[in-house]
T-cell receptor
Framework: KAGVTQTPRYLIKTRGQQVTLSCSPI?????VSWYQQTPGQGLQFLFEYFSETQRNKGNFPGRFSGRQFSNSRSEMNVSTLELGDSALYLC????????????FGEGSRLTVL | SQQGEEDPQALSIQEGENATMNCSYK?????LQWYRQNSGRGLVHLILIRSNEREKHSGRLRVTLDTSKKSSSLLITASRAADTASYFCATDDTGGFKTIFGAGTRLFVKA
């Protein structure tokens, strides 16, 4: 069974640009969560999607957005990039986040110059 | 915001010794999980303990949960160099559909 796949793994952008990150969950998993990980703030919850619906959202500005497609694949977008957006963005899938285990991808490391 | 806070922030031990990490959280939970992260990689689930459980074992891992003190501990017995990683506790948000992670404990096991 394939794991969670995140693309791209690494990317470099400049301030003001936008970026789209992709996440393909484990087959059969309908819940996808996104996290931002930085040395200073740790793992911060961005949002969670289930069956194309955003069920919860973290405390991030509107520049951060996401969506989920009918095949459960998810994308997140960050517009007007700032230096502070440099981070490891992690996607996790699960059968149902209320009860259990999250399966993480390897992450997308974003560097904003 | 972070629900769980790990203690210590960093821990350095010799191979063969036991490693204990603690986690405290703020609000009621349905379950508590521990995850491991090797440097710059994704997190890997280690163990889940439900709020009505007090102790759980998995291989060299032992997790305890004290809901009255809102705390949990992770014990890794007979540590190996390969156990070097960051360890995070995670709790479910009371609003649902959200797992919140603590700041993590960085464990370094010297061979």
């Amino acid at each position: 069974k394939a794991g969670v796949t995140q693309t791209p793994r690494y990317l470099i952008k400049t301030r003001g640009q936008q970026v789209t990150l992709s996440c393909s969950p484990i087959s059969g998993h309908r819940s996808v969560s996104w996290y931002q990980q930085t040395p200073g703030q740790g793992l911060q919850f961005l949002f969670e999607y289930f069956s194309e619906t955003q069920r919860n959202k973290g405390n991030f500005p509107g520049r951060f957005s996401g969506r989920q497609f009918s095949n459960s694949r998810s994308e997140m977008n960050v517009s007007t990039l700032e230096l502070g957006d440099s981070a490891l963005y992690l996607c996790a899938s699960s059968l149902e986040t209320k009860t259990g285990e999250l399966f993480f991808g390897e992450g997308s490391r974003l560097t904003v110059l | 915001s972070q629900q769980g806070e790990e203690d210590p922030q960093a821990l350095s031990i010799q191979e063969g010794e036991n490693a204990t990490m603690n986690c405290s959280y703020k609000t009621s939970i349905n379950n508590l999980q521990w995850y491991r992260q090797n440097s710059g990689r994704g997190l890997v689930h280690l163990i889940l303990i439900r709020s009505n459980e007090r102790e759980k074992h998995s291989g060299r891992l032992r997790v305890t949960l004290d809901t009255s003190k809102k705390s949990s501990s992770l014990l890794i017995t007979a540590s190996r160099a390969a156990d070097t990683a960051s360890y995070f506790c995670a709790t479910d948000d009371t609003g649902g559909f959200k797992t919140i992670f603590g700041a993590g404990t960085r464990l370094f096991v010297k061979a």
